[in-house]
């Protein structure tokens, strides 16, 4: 099997690599992305598709994960990433793999504000708020709709080892490193009011190695989240409480406009587990232990 890997070097790419090459020693697995040392040298933002589909050619990959993408950034880099690089390889898988599977790594964002106590399921309306949450949804709906033997992967907030400082966990860890551990350190955080469904990084790998195994029709669009919404306030304290931090904790600093307008988010993942057989192993105490042994000294964290 040859399978290649988009966004290879990214948070979640370098997790589907490890479980990729771990599960499948025979197979041959390929970066691509924009880096020099990419397998395969291609630019999803800029390139076209004839392009991409020349680059692709060399390798006719039988599956190809797309982790590429961006969670930061003004619309337009936004929009390149999430909407128009998905839409630019399917059109190139069409042209060069069209028997290619293609397992792309959606959002949660891109349903948008959840009802509180409720799971919310793939056949729900999407009402993403913001410009990530509507460019990852754009990406999607270029993927479902493209014809070809595609899922996406819905993820809800990844956490764990390498976690990076642009999104919540890692922004913590960080945070909780400057602070050091003692009585009179202060965590200056925003409102941590609202409910995440957060999910291993591990497991969403282990949920992209199903997804691109798995035998017969898979569905368009499936859930990969911890399946329960947590208090990010909880979040917060457990990590620090593993991190052995003694000093107040204050939510003095501001938030972002998204987490006020989106309060609640859960999704059920009922899909995935009757699908591909898959569910969470990692519980939030291990990840949040493992994300913040990976942040030490020589601990691998992501740059």
């Known amino acids: 099997m040859r399978v290649l890997v988009l966004g290879s070097t990214g948070y979640l790419g370098r997790h589907v690599v490890e479980q990729l090459r771990t599960a499948l020693p025979d197979a041959a697995v390929f970066h691509a992305g924009r880096s020099p040392a990419a397998d395969v040298r291609v ?14 050619d060399p390798v006719a990959p039988h599956v190809v ?33 069209p028997a290619a599977r293609l397992v792309h790594l959606g959002s949660a964002a891109e349903y948008g504000p959840g009802a509180p106590g409720t799971r919310v399921t793939e056949s729900a309306p999407t009402r993403p708020l913001g410009p990530y949450g509507g460019t990852k949804l754009a990406g999607t709906v270029a993927v479902t709709a493209s014809g070809l033997e595609a899922v996406v992967l819905r993820v809800g907030n990844p956490v764990g080892p390498g976690a990076p400082p642009t999104g919540l966990p890692g922004r913590i860890a960080a945070l909780l490193r400057e602070a050091g551990p003692g009585r009179d350190a202060v965590l ?17 790998a282990r949920a992209v190695l199903l997804a691109a195994t798995v035998r017969g029709p898979v569905p368009s669009v499936l859930n990969v989240g911890g399946g329960e919404a947590v208090p990010v306030r909880e979040l917060v304290r457990t990590l620090a409480r593993g991190a052995g931090f003694r000093g107040s904790i204050k939510e ?35 990840s949040l232990a493992a994300l913040w042994e990976a942040t030490g000294p020589g601990g691998g964290c992501a740059p």
């Open 43 to 56: 630019d999803l933002a800029r390139d076209d598709p004839r392009q991409v589909a020349e680059a692709l």
């Open 252 to 286: 003095d600093a501001g938030g972002s406009a998204r987490s006020a307008e989106v309060s609640w988010q859960c999704s059920s993942i009922d899909a995935a587990r009757e699908t591909l057989g898959w569910r969470p192993s990692h519980p939030l105490d291990e």
């Open 65 to 97: 994960v797309n982790c590429a993408g961006a969670t930061g950034g003004d619309a337009v880099t936004l929009a390149e990433a999430n909407a128009r690089g998905p839409a630019v390889l399917c059109a190139a898988l069409r042209a060069s793999a």
């Open 188 to 204: 200056r955080v925003g409102d941590l009011s609202a409910y995440r469904d957060f999910v291993d990084v591990r497991d969403v």
